[in-house]
């Protein structure tokens, strides 16, 4: 079960914080990733963790922006975003684990074992 929290609307330039509980397995055992899905677009994983915190990554487009981090004391994933920009508007989601990804077409289709329900975030310019 995950729980994501910290969504608002927020002007550019803006900056949030987001959260994931996470419950029913053994966080500190798992690696974590957070994921957006934009208006109109499928999901996209945009960074990863691992169990230990140890490693991360992310896509380009928020490289330096944004911060992914965990408190494994308290089953809880971060997203901390900064220089938030409109098209960082998005649904977030917290997802078990690094997920698989399909291309397509050129598109990425990404599935994970879990993922909670989401919080929205809107940057207006």
């Avoid at 995950?2 to 996470?22: F, H, I, K, T, W």
């Avoid at 992310?58 to 900064?82: C, E």
């Amino acid at each position: 079960h995950l729980v994501e929290s910290g969504g608002a609307m927020v002007e550019a330039g803006g900056s949030l914080r987001l959260s994931c509980v996470a419950s029913g397995f053994t966080f500190s055992a798992t690696d974590m990733s957070w994921v957006r899905q934009r208006p109109g677009e499928r999901i996209d994983r945009i960074s990863t963790i691992d169990y230990s915190s140890t490693y991360t990554d992310y896509v380009d487009s928020v490289k330096g922006r944004f911060v992914i981090s965990r408190d494994n004391t308290k089953n809880t994933l971060y997203l901390d975003m900064r220089d938030l920009r409109p098209d960082d508007t998005a649904l977030y989601f917290c997802a078990k684990g690094l997920g698989a990804v399909s291309v397509i077409d050129g598109i990425n289709y990404w599935e994970f074992d879990a993922r909670g329900q989401g919080t929205q975030v809107t940057v207006s310019s």
